[in-house]
C-alpha cells in the first residue's frame, strides 16, 4: 500500500490550535455569512462540553470514523473504522478499534497497559500512572500514540486548551435525530468542525477535521454514539492474551514523530 499517509491528528494539533474564525471568500461563503453569525459564543460552548464530559465518571460510546488519504498519488480514497471505548475514572479505560487498515484493542486498568494488534497477534505492555489522563499523556507524548477521540477521554481538556476567542456559529443540526449546536473553528493549518448536543447534556455527537497543509484538504470525521450509564465490571479493562500471541516491546516516539 505505498504512497498511503494515513490520517492521524494529535491532541496537540487538533484541539490545542484553533485560535481563529472561519471566513470563506467563495460566494456560497458569502451567502452563509450573511445569515450565520462568528463571536465568543462557540468556544463558550466547546468549554461547556469538555466540562461536561471530562466530569462524568464512566461512559462507554461506540464511534465510526473516516479518514481521507492519498493513493499512490492517483486520487483521494477515504477509511473507515469502528472505535468502542468503555471508560470508567479515574484508572480504566478499553479501546477497540476495527477498520480497513488496522484491528486494534487498548487496556488501562490501574496502571496495567496493554495493546493489542489483533492483525498480527502480538501485544506489548507499560506500567503507566493509574490515573487515565495522566496515562494518555505519556503514551500521547512518550510513545507516539494518537487518536482523535482524545476530545471525550480527558477529564480535564477544557484547562488544557487554548484560548479562542472567536469562532462560527451555523445553527442548530440534527445528529442521530439529536439536536445539536454546528459550531466551527480555524488555524492556519486545519478547520475544525463540531456538533455539540442541545440539552442539559452537552455531549459531542460528532465533529470533522479539515487538514489545510494537504493540497487535496483531507477530512477526517467522526460520528459518536453515547451510553452514560454502562454497567462496567473490571473484566472490561482486563487483557488476555490469545493463543500464540506474541509479546514485543513498545518502542519510545523518534525524534522525527515530534
Not at 106 to 112: P, Q, R, T, V
Not at 128 to 148: C, H, R, S, W
Not at 191 to 209: C, D
Amino acid at each position: 500500500m505505498n504512497g498511503i499517509k494515513f490520517i492521524r491528528f494529535t491532541l496537540l494539533s487538533l484541539f490545542l490550535s484553533i485560535t481563529a474564525v472561519f471566513a470563506s471568500g467563495s460566494s456560497m461563503g458569502a451567502k452563509i455569512k450573511s445569515i450565520k453569525t462568528y463571536s465568543a459564543a462557540p468556544a463558550a460552548l466547546l468549554m461547556e462540553s469538555y466540562r461536561y464530559m471530562g466530569a462524568l465518571e464512566s461512559f462507554s460510546v461506540s464511534a465510526v470514523t473516516t479518514n481521507d488519504d492519498y493513493f499512490n498519488d492517483d486520487m483521494i480514497v477515504t477509511y473507515t473504522h469502528h472505535v468502542h471505548i468503555d471508560l470508567q475514572r479515574p484508572g480504566y479505560l478499553h479501546v477497540q478499534t476495527y477498520g480497513d487498515l488496522k484491528a486494534r484493542e487498548y487496556y488501562l486498568k490501574e496502571g496495567a497497559f496493554t495493546v493489542y494488534d489483533a492483525d498480527l497477534n502480538y501485544f506489548a505492555q507499560l506500567r503507566l500512572p493509574q490515573n487515565v489522563d495522566k496515562a494518555l499523556d505519556i503514551l500521547f507524548e512518550k510513545y507516539g500514540m494518537k487518536t482523535a477521540l482524545a476530545n471525550i477521554l480527558y477529564s480535564d481538556l477544557y484547562k488544557r486548551t487554548a484560548p479562542v476567542n472567536k469562532g462560527y456559529y451555523f445553527g442548530l443540526s440534527e445528529v442521530d435525530d439529536v439536536s445539536c449546536h454546528h459550531i466551527g473553528f480555524e488555524s492556519a493549518t486545519q478547520e475544525f468542525q463540531v456538533w455539540i448536543e442541545k440539552s442539559k447534556t452537552p455531549l459531542i455527537r460528532k465533529f470533522m477535521v479539515i487538514d489545510r497543509t494537504e493540497a487535496y484538504l483531507p477530512r477526517s470525521s467522526t460520528l459518536i454514539r453515547w451510553k452514560l450509564d454502562p454497567e462496567l465490571g473490571t473484566a472490561v479493562f482486563e487483557f488476555h492474551a490469545p493463543s500464540a500471541a506474541k509479546k514485543i516491546d513498545i518502542e519510545l516516539k523518534s525524534k522525527s514523530e515530534e
